[in-house]
C-alpha cells in the first residue's frame, strides 16, 4: 500500500525506514518513525537537533514502508551496519536522481 492510499483511509501513521540526503550523492542520514510525513517536515523545518540538522540532509531519497514498528527497527538496524556504496545502490534502485521524494508522499 503506498502513502495515497493510506492518506485516502485516513491512517496517519504507517512504520517507515528512511533515507535522508544533503544533495545528490550527499551526506546519509537513515531514520525510522511510525509517521513519515510528520518526521520529515521535522527534519525539513530543522527542528530535529543533531546529525540530520548539522548536515542539511532533509532531502528525502529512499523510503519503506513495514507492517510493525518492530520490523522497521530490525530493518534499520540492519541498513545502518551497510556501507555507505549498498545504501546508495538501494538509493538508485528507485531513484537514480535522487530527487526529492517529499511531493511523492504528499499526494
Not at 27 to 33: A, F, I, K
Not at 86 to 98: F, M
Request: charged fraction near 30%; aromatic fraction near 12%.
Amino acid at each position: 500500500m503506498d502513502f495515497k492510499a493510506l492518506r485516502e483511509e485516513g491512517v496517519e501513521k504507517q512504520p517507515c525506514v528512511y533515507l535522508l540526503s544533503s544533495s545528490r550523492n550527499g551526506t546519509l542520514y537513515l531514520g525510522v518513525t511510525s509517521n513519515l510525513f510528520a518526521r520529515v517536515w521535522q527534519h525539513r523545518k530543522h527542528l530535529v537537533a543533531g546529525f540530520s540538522d548539522h548536515h542539511d540532509a532533509t532531502r528525502l531519497v529512499w523510503f519503506e514502508m513495514h507492517q510493525t514498528m518492530e520490523s522497521a527497527i530490525t530493518r534499520e538496524k540492519r541498513l545502518k551496519k551497510w556501507q555507505r556504496a549498498w545504501k546508495v545502490r538501494l538509493i538508485e534502485e528507485r531513484n537514480p536522481y535522487w530527487n526529492d521524494l517529499w511531493p511523492e508522499i504528499l499526494m
